[in-house]
C-alpha cells in the first residue's frame, strides 16, 4: 500500500513565501514564513502551531499572510524580536559610524560573546535577573572567556569588575538603542531595555596611575636613543625613532595618543597665537572633538624640529610609518617606543597604562584652572570625565587643603 505524503501548500512568492504544513500526516497544521534577519542576517525560518486540522482555513490563513508579509506587516514576526535580530541591526547601523576600528571590533567580539550566552532565536524581553547575574558570577571567576566559551577549571583566571563591566554596559546600550530604533515598518525593534536597573559590576579603587615630571624628564632625555628602522623607496635605514616628539606633545597637549599620532602637517597652524596652534579635527579623535588650541613653548620646539627634519605639506602625516610615509604611524608602535624609552631609562612600567598616564598628568597639573578650559584645550567634550576619571588627587594639594582652610565662625 502506497505511504500517504504529509500535506502542505505554499502561498505567495520569494522571500515572501508562506508554507501551511502537515508535521505529521494526519496530525495539527503548522505555518512557516522565511525571516532575512535571523541568524546575523543569514536568515532562517519562523515556525508556530496553528492550533487546528482545517486546511481550507490553513489555505486562507497562508494567502493572508504572504500578503502582508510582501508588505512588511506579517502577524508571524510581529512582535517576534530575536537577539540575532537585533545584533544585527546594531552592528548594521549603528557599528559602522564609531570612528575607530577597534570600537567596530568590539562590537563584533561582544555580539558574539553575547549570542553565545544567550542564544541567537532568544527574545531580549525575557532575559532575567538570575541570568545577568549568573553571566556576571561566571565571568569574574573566569569560567567563561571574552567570547562566551567556557574555561578548564585548572585554566581558569579572575578576571576584573571593569571589564565585565564594559560587556554589560555594551549590552544595556544595545538594547537602549533597539528600543528608540525603528524599523522599516514603522515600529520599534524593541518594546523596552529589559536590562533597565540591572547592576553592573564595579571597579571599587580603579587604578589610574599618573606619569610625574619626573617620569617624563627621565624618560625624554634618552628618547632619542630610541631607534627605528624605514622602509622607504626599497630601501632600509635605521634612524632615530618619533618617541622624543611624541613624548613632547603628549606631555604639552594631553591629548590621546590616537589624536597626536593622527596628526597632519595641515593641522599645523603655526602662524596662530604666540608660539602656535594645532587644529585638532573630529574625524581622528575618539570622541568626535574638534577645536584648535595653541600651543607651549616645549610643544612649539617639538613641531619646529618636525618640520626642519621632515618637511611636508596638506594631508602628509606629521608621525608617518616607518613602512609608508603616506600613512600615520600607529600607537601600537608608540607603545613599544615607550617601553624601550623607560626601560633605558630605568624606570619601572606602571600598572595597567602607557601613554594615557600624561593625559592624566596634565588633567592633575591644572586643577586648579576652569574645568571648561581645561576640557577644551585637553579635548575633552565635558567637564564630568575630565573631573572624575583624569584630574587625580597629589600629595601636595592634598596637603595645601588640609592647611588652607579658613574658620567658620557664627555671625557677630
Not at 494526519?26 to 519562523?46: C, P, Y
Not at 612649539?300 to 609608508?324: K, M, T, Y
Not at 578650559?373 to 587643603?401: I, M
Request: aromatic share 8%; proline share 5%.
Amino acid at each position: 500500500m502506497a505511504r500517504r505524503k504529509r500535506w502542505s501548500y505554499s502561498a505567495g512568492e520569494r522571500p515572501h513565501t508562506v508554507v501551511v504544513e502537515e508535521r505529521e500526516v494526519g496530525g495539527t497544521l503548522r505555518v512557516r514564513a522565511w525571516d532575512a534577519t535571523r541568524r546575523g542576517g543569514k536568515g532562517g525560518w519562523v515556525r508556530r502551531s496553528l492550533g487546528h486540522r482545517d486546511k481550507e482555513a490553513a489555505k486562507a490563513y497562508a494567502l493572508e499572510q504572504a500578503g502582508k508579509l510582501k508588505r512588511g506587516r506579517d502577524d508571524l514576526r510581529a512582535g517576534q524580536v530575536t537577539i540575532a535580530m537585533v545584533f544585527s541591526q546594531y552592528l548594521r547601523f549603528r557599528t559602522p559610524r564609531k570612528r575607530s576600528s577597534g570600537e567596530q571590533k568590539s562590537d563584533r567580539r561582544r555580539a558574539e560573546l553575547w549570542t553565545r550566552i544567550l542564544g541567537s532565536d532568544r527574545d531580549p524581553h525575557r532575559i532575567s535577573l538570575a541570568e545577568w547575574e549568573t553571566f556576571i558570577d561566571r565571568r569574574l571567576s573566569g569560567a567563561i572567556n571574552a567570547r562566551g566559551l567556557p574555561v578548564a577549571e585548572v585554566d581558569r583566571r579572575p578576571v576584573g569588575p571593569r571589564t565585565v563591566e564594559t560587556n554589560c554596559l555594551w549590552l544595556k546600550w544595545v538594547f537602549s538603542w533597539a528600543a528608540r530604533w525603528q524599523t522599516a515598518q514603522g515600529s520599534y525593534l524593541m518594546r523596552e531595555n529589559p536590562l533597565r536597573g540591572f547592576e553592573t559590576p564595579r571597579e571599587l579603587n580603579p587604578q589610574r596611575s599618573v606619569a610625574s615630571q619626573d617620569r617624563y624628564e627621565a624618560t625624554r632625555v634618552v628618547s632619542d636613543r630610541v631607534m627605528m628602522e624605514t622602509r622607504f623607496g626599497g630601501g632600509k635605514r635605521e634612524q632615530r625613532s618619533y618617541l622624543s616628539e611624541l613624548l613632547d606633545l603628549a606631555n604639552g597637549t594631553g591629548h590621546r595618543l590616537s589624536a597626536i599620532c593622527s596628526l597632519t602637517f595641515e593641522n599645523l597652524r603655526l602662524g596662530e597665537g604666540p608660539y602656535g596652534s594645532i587644529h585638532w579635527p573630529s574625524d581622528t579623535d575618539k570622541v568626535g572633538y574638534e577645536a584648535t588650541v595653541p600651543v607651549s613653548p616645549l610643544v612649539r620646539a617639538a613641531l619646529d624640529r618636525i618640520v626642519n627634519e621632515r618637511p611636508g605639506i596638506g594631508a602628509a602625516p606629521l608621525f608617518p610609518s616607518p613602512g609608508d610615509p603616506t600613512k600615520p604611524m600607529t600607537r601600537h608602535l608608540a607603545d613599544k617606543w615607550l617601553r624601550k624609552g623607560e626601560k633605558l631609562a630605568g624606570l619601572e612600567p606602571l600598572r595597567g597604562t602607557l601613554w594615557h598616564s600624561y593625559r592624566r598628568k596634565w588633567a592633575t597639573e591644572r586643577k586648579h584652572m576652569p574645568d571648561v578650559d581645561v576640557a577644551l584645550a585637553g579635548g575633552w567634550k565635558n567637564t564630568v570625565s575630565l573631573k572624575t576619571s583624569y584630574q587625580q588627587a597629589d600629595a601636595e594639594t592634598t596637603l595645601r587643603v588640609v592647611l588652607g582652610a579658613g574658620e567658620l565662625r557664627e555671625a557677630q
